[in-house]
């Protein structure tokens, strides 16, 4: 890359010979295409030909190398600039123009060849030119009314940034993966397959860990290997090699690892190589027989798990005893068998409640709890499980009620009775403290109200005030009119010429 970047700037010259340069065939390009004219396009001395055959069909030249060592895999989802040009220097498309970034994926027929094989040489904040020939461009029909038959074309690219395939669960981008091997066939372990991998573990570019390791999917927490990896792992074929990025709720999330050096809340990096896998039996190819014989393992598996403290595959196992019981014909079944059938799933809600009840996803564990009373509607683990789901989620009257069946069925049960007493307590404060919650109301809203009718009187009594001095103001004027209106008017004979 040193070589090839010293080349290109032996061939542009300076920063600011280069930006000029740019300026200069921008402001060209713009005035040909108004004028309809074309401008062909400067021929790279020094391609590189990064066609699969070397046949010459795909050119590259950097014109600004990127940073870092990696490049995007087949599958990872890439964001681009691009402007796209006839070899005449006629621009026919360009998202810069249209101010838009452009999407796609790697290898998946989304673009032409070109762009499949020579983004995927690209680094991050690189900008190339590809010169692409028919065969990796649009061939022999084209693409009208732009693009005849036959055409060669060149793409000016800068590459911005890429992400791999998500594959967890929930679609947040905890664990994504790049494809830098293809396996081969279709087949993908299934739970209990037991998987041989390669494995390298990085942080921060550093290799914190390297070797072969051999477990059973599902149980690799065992083999301490992170639950990311154990995640992606279905989705691996054969001989598949991939890079995995794994976010920290996907491996030693707010712990970190001290013994690796890795912090809390730490982004690792892992190159996976599926070696091999063998699956087990599918349980549509077990009969009766061969499904309650690996229920009663997983179970056991379970039980084991949980004692760890190691809730998730605990209920991992678990779940496979339902997948493998819950909808086994009962037809071929003895009674010896259908009682086992019926104990196993049984066992099954109820440890999953109780998995769940410690990990405090109590709706879940009701969930559980409820199932588990279908088959045996007087279960006083169940009745008390799901009283402390509703306990902890605070609906009292609930666990209350739940914590009393447990009583009814068995009188001797201590831990329900202290579980009742506790219960009973928290609604008494609850009630004491609506009690006074609802008297502070009340004695606000009288206080208010007093305050109302006092204001009320208060301006009542101005009014009524008001009101007498008006009375008195207008009577005072009346009185003076009368008497400016019977002062007397002298009479004719009193001192008047006639």
Same mark, same amino acid.
């Given at each position: !890359?040193?070589?090839?970047?010293?080349?290109?700037?032996?061939?542009?010259?300076?920063?600011?010979?280069?930006?000029?340069?740019?300026?200069?065939?921008?402001?060209?390009?713009?005035?040909?295409?108004?004028?309809?004219?074309?401008?062909?396009?400067?021929?790279?001395?020094?391609?590189?030909?990064?066609?699969?055959?070397?046949?010459?069909?795909?050119?590259?030249?950097?014109?600004?190398?990127?940073?870092?060592?990696?490049?995007?895999?087949?599958?990872?989802?890439?964001?681009?600039?691009?402007?796209?040009?006839?070899?005449?220097?006629?621009?026919?498309?360009?998202?810069?123009?249209?101010?838009?970034?452009?999407?796609?994926?790697?290898?998946?027929?989304?673009?032409?060849?070109?762009?499949?094989?020579?983004?995927?040489?690209?680094?991050?904040?690189?900008? %190339?030119?590809?010169?692409?020939?028919?065969? $990796? *461009?649009?061939?022999?029909?084209?693409?009208?009314? /732009?693009?005849? *038959?036959?055409?060669?074309?060149?793409?000016?690219?800068?590459?911005?940034?890429?992400?791999?395939?998500?594959?967890?669960?929930?679609?947040?981008?905890?664990?994504?993966?790049?494809?830098?091997?293809?396996?081969?066939?279709?087949?993908?372990?299934?739970?209990?397959?037991?998987?041989?991998?390669?494995?390298?573990?990085?942080?921060?570019?550093?290799?914190?860990?390297?070797?072969?390791?051999?477990?059973?999917?599902?149980?690799?927490?065992?083999?301490?290997?992170?639950?990311?990896?154990?995640?992606?792992?279905?989705?691996?074929?054969?001989?598949?090699?991939?890079?995995?990025?794994?976010?920290?709720?996907?491996?030693?999330?707010?712990?970190?690892?001290?013994?690796?050096?890795?912090?809390?809340?730490?982004?690792?990096?892992?190159?996976?190589?599926?070696?091999?896998?063998? /699956?087990?039996?599918?349980?549509?190819? #077990?009969?009766?027989?061969?499904?309650?014989?690996?229920?009663?393992?997983?179970?056991?598996?379970?039980?084991?798990?949980? @004692?760890?403290?190691?809730?998730?595959?605990?209920?991992?196992?678990? @779940?496979?005893?339902?997948?493998?019981?819950? $909808?086994?014909?009962?037809?071929?079944?003895?009674?010896?068998?259908?009682?086992?059938?019926?104990?196993?799933?049984? %066992?099954?809600?109820?440890? #999953?409640?109780?998995?769940?009840?410690?990990?405090?996803?109590?709706?879940?564990?009701?969930?559980?709890?409820?199932?588990?009373?279908?088959?045996?509607?007087?279960?006083?683990?169940?009745?008390?499980?799901?009283?402390?789901?509703?306990?902890?989620? &605070?609906?009292?009257?609930?666990?209350?009620?739940?914590?009393?069946?447990?009583?009814?069925?068995?009188?001797?049960?201590? %831990?329900?009775?202290?579980?009742?007493?506790?219960? &009973?307590?928290?609604?008494?404060?609850?009630?004491?403290?609506?009690?006074?919650?609802?008297?502070? #109301?009340?004695?606000?809203? *009288?206080?208010?109200?007093?305050?109302?009718?006092?204001?009320?009187?208060? @301006? %009542?009594?101005?009014?009524?005030? &008001?009101? @007498?001095?008006?009375? *008195?103001?207008?009577?005072?004027? !009346?009185?003076?009119?009368?008497?400016?209106?019977?002062?007397?008017?002298?009479?004719?004979?009193?001192?008047?010429?006639?």
């Amino acid at each position: !890359m040193d070589t090839e970047g010293s080349k290109i700037e032996e061939q542009l010259g300076t920063d600011e010979q280069k930006e000029q340069m740019q300026v200069e065939n921008d402001e060209q390009t713009k005035n040909t295409i108004q004028k309809g004219e074309s401008n062909p396009v400067p021929v790279n001395p020094n391609p590189v030909d990064i066609s699969p055959d070397q046949d010459g069909g795909i050119l590259k030249e950097v014109i600004t190398p990127g940073t870092g060592e990696d490049s995007p895999c087949s599958g990872d989802e890439v964001i681009v600039h691009y402007i796209g040009k006839h070899t005449d220097g006629t621009r026919f498309d360009s998202s810069r123009e249209r101010g838009e970034k452009f999407k796609f994926k790697i290898g998946k027929e989304q673009v032409i060849k070109a762009w499949d094989i020579g983004v995927a040489t690209m680094k991050r904040g690189e900008v %190339a030119l590809l010169t692409c020939g028919p065969d $990796y *461009a649009y061939g022999e029909n084209g693409s009208p009314p /732009k693009i005849p *038959a036959n055409a060669t074309l060149t793409f000016e690219i800068e590459l911005f940034d890429w992400g791999g395939e998500d594959l967890s669960e929930e679609k947040d981008g905890g664990v994504c993966r790049s494809l830098l091997e293809s396996g081969e066939g279709y087949s993908t372990p299934d739970d209990d397959a037991t998987v041989e991998i390669h494995l390298i573990g990085k942080y921060s570019n550093n290799i914190f860990e390297e070797r072969d390791v051999t477990f059973i999917r599902g149980e690799g927490s065992e083999h301490g290997i992170v639950e990311g990896v154990e995640v992606a792992l279905k989705h691996f074929k054969k001989g598949e090699r991939s890079r995995l990025v794994v976010q920290s709720k996907y491996a030693y999330g707010s712990s970190g690892k001290p013994e690796f050096n890795i912090p809390p809340n730490s982004e690792l990096v892992y190159e996976v190589t599926m070696k091999t896998f063998e /699956k087990v039996k599918a349980s549509w190819d #077990m009969d009766s027989e061969e499904k309650l014989q690996q229920s009663t393992i997983n179970k056991t598996k379970g039980t084991t798990f949980f @004692k760890a403290g190691k809730y998730k595959p605990a209920i991992n196992n678990y @779940k496979k005893i339902i997948s493998y019981l819950e $909808y086994i014909s009962e037809t071929d079944l003895s009674d010896d068998q259908k009682a086992e059938k019926q104990a196993l799933v049984l %066992a099954a809600h109820l440890n #999953m409640a109780m998995c769940y009840l410690k990990t405090n996803d109590h709706v879940s564990a009701i969930e559980q709890c409820n199932k588990a009373l279908k088959i045996d509607e007087t279960n006083e683990k169940a009745v008390f499980r799901r009283g402390q789901a509703h306990l902890a989620m &605070n609906d009292l009257e609930l666990a209350r009620d739940d914590f009393k069946k447990v009583t009814d069925i068995s009188p001797e049960n201590k %831990a329900a009775k202290n579980q009742l007493v506790l219960v &009973n307590k928290k609604i008494r404060e609850l009630v004491q403290k609506e009690k006074q919650t609802y008297a502070g #109301m009340f004695q606000k809203f *009288a206080e208010r109200d007093a305050k109302l009718r006092e204001e009320n009187e208060t @301006k %009542a009594k101005e009014t009524s005030e &008001n009101d @007498k001095q008006t009375e *008195a103001t207008t009577g005072e004027s !009346m009185d003076t009119s009368s008497e400016a209106d019977s002062t007397p008017v002298p009479a004719a004979d009193e001192g008047t010429a006639v």
